[in-house]
Each structure stands twice: as C-alpha cells, then as structure tokens.
C-alpha cells in the first residue's frame, strides 16, 4: 500500500514536472533571442555564447564563397527580424551598414564584431616585391584593410568580447549565463593561443607558401612566421599565369616541401602548382564558412583551429611539444 501511495506520488511529481517544463520550454522558444550571424567563425562564438538561452542562425549557405556573397531580401528580412544581428566588419562585409540603415534599429541590436581590433594593411602575394603589412595604403576605409581578424586569437577574444556586450544588451535577464559561456571561450581561445606559440616555435621552415588567397596573414605575424599566397585579400579573381609561374619559383626558391590549399575552393590548381613544383599538399581552413560536410559533422572553429596546428607543424617540420 506504502509502495503504491510512493508510486502514485511520484507519477503524479513527474507529470506536474513534465506539464510545467513543457509549458515554460514552449514559452522560451517563442520568446527566445534571436541572433543572426554572417560568417562561421561568428557562428560558432554566439552559439557557445547563447547556449540554450538564445537561437542563433549563419547567413552563410554551406559552402559559399564569403568575399563575394551579398544578402538577398530573404536575407535582409531575416537581419531586421532579428533581435540581435552580428558581422565582421565593414572591410569583410560592406553591405552591411546599407542594410542596417533601413532597419528599425529600437528592436534590433548589432554587433561589429571587429571594433577594437587593430587592423592589418595589405596582403603578401608572390611575385610583389614590397609585400608585407603597414608599409602602404593611407586611407583606413580602403579595401585593401586585411578582413581575417579571426585568425590572431587575441582578436578572436575581442570579437567574443564584443559578441558577448550584444547579448548582454539584447537578452540582460540572461546575462550571467552569457558571462560565464563567453569566459569559458575565451579561455579556450588563450590556450590554443598558447599552443600554437608554443606548437610553432621551433621549426625547420618559417614560411608558408599558399595557393589560395591571402588568408593567413594575422596568424603568421602572430607567431612569427613568413606567409604567401597566390592571390590578393578577396578569392574572387582568377591568379594569372604569371602568378602561378611567380609561386613555383618562389616554392622551388624557398625550399619549402608543401603547399597549402584553401577550403572551399577546388585543390585542382593548388594540386597542379604543387605537382609542378614537386611539393605535396595540405591544407589550411580560413574559417569563412565551413562546407556541406563539416557543417553536418558539427564542426566548431577550434577544431578547425587545431587541424590547421597540426597541418603547419607537418608542413614547416616543427618539433612538437
Ligand atoms: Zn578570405
């Protein structure tokens, strides 16, 4: 009879739970922040940021290219529906302030995830004699500004500095939660810092050659290294012959043994490059946007981080530590 009464009592304990939980989770998904991101690495940042509290979306379609992608009003109705809209910069997304300025601006909050940063003029291409950062280019608002701050983990921690204020001003009744989901980040973030300068500190090669455009350049000051690619800041032109005949002399010069491709575009002209030099492969993610297959695998950029240690240490014959 005890056992029975024990029994009923918690059936009916469970049901009460059950009723109630459902019925608050109907009501946070209803009123749930929703934060809309352009590229991956924003992506995955708000995600751990939001963690059930916030629903956050990429505009991003798998697979597209990010320099050249322009919103279509699809899109722009997703932005200002939104509570919470987050981008790169102006340098990585200039349609983005026209946009913003048809937007009710009382019920969505944005996030300029790279104020703060100190941006990196230039590019690095091969066969350019005076390449290397801040030594031309006057005006700040040229297109010429290097838009991957992603790539240097300390900007990484600002962007997630920056993402995190959005939330807070958007959502404030959740915002200890937000606090604590960024610092943990962030402190992931400082110890893969800390592994690639530890990862890449002593190498056999400090430069790396890259058949694809210029990407890397914000790693390869932070750690020390040398980098080229083939294209400019933007993949959105075709490399000239010239070009491709200016990479193989200078992978055959340097005495480098790989080259490194980019993601998201065909290996098939880094693979010819490299077969033309005698040098293999490897690859390298940028991080833009992720593709079809990383994005069902649920990938988060410090994995892609990692493999990107891993690849650098093969490719300049580092000693790992
Ligand atoms: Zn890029």
């Not at 992506?43 to 597209?64: K, N, S, W, Y």
């Amino acid at each position: 009879m005890r056992t029975l009464l024990l029994i009923v009592l918690s059936l009916t304990a469970m049901a009460v739970a059950g009723l109630t939980g459902c019925t608050r989770g109907e009501q946070q998904a209803s009123t749930k922040l929703q934060v809309v991101t352009t590229l991956f690495p924003l992506f995955d940042f708000a995600r751990i940021i939001a963690g059930e509290r916030a629903e956050v979306t990429m505009l991003l379609p798998p697979g597209m290219e990010p320099h050249s992608f322009e919103p279509k009003p699809n899109d722009i109705i997703r932005i200002s529906k939104s509570g919470l809209f987050i981008y790169t910069s102006r340098y990585m997304e200039p349609w983005a302030e026209t946009i913003l300025k048809g937007t009710d601006r009382r019920s969505l909050r944005v996030v300029d995830a790279g104020q703060g940063v100190s941006y990196l003029k230039g590019s690095a291409e091969v066969g350019h004699d005076h390449a290397g950062h801040g030594d031309h280019g006057t005006d700040d608002h040229a297109a010429g500004m290097d838009p991957h701050i992603w790539l240097d983990f300390s900007n990484a921690v600002v962007i997630v500095n920056n993402i995190l204020t959005g939330f807070v001003a958007a959502d404030p009744a959740n915002a200890p939660l937000y606090r604590d989901n960024a610092a943990a980040l962030n402190a992931r973030l400082a110890d893969l810092d800390r592994r690639y300068r530890e990862g890449l500190s002593s190498c056999a090669s400090r430069t790396f050659l890259h058949g694809g455009h210029y990407t890397f350049g914000y790693l390869a000051r932070r750690y020390g290294l040398e980098y080229r690619s083939l294209s400019g800041i933007s993949s959105e032109s075709e490399p000239s012959a010239a070009k491709m005949a200016a990479m193989v002399r200078q992978i055959r010069s340097s005495g480098v043994r790989y080259l490194f491709a980019e993601e998201l575009l065909s290996p098939r002209l880094t693979e010819t490059l490299a077969g033309e030099a005698g040098v293999e492969v490897l690859k390298l993610h940028g991080a833009h946007n992720l593709g079809k297959d990383d994005v069902q695998r649920g990938i988060g950029f410090i994995e892609l981080m990692e493999q990107n240690l891993a690849n650098l240490q093969k490719g300049l014959a580092c000693r790992s530590k």
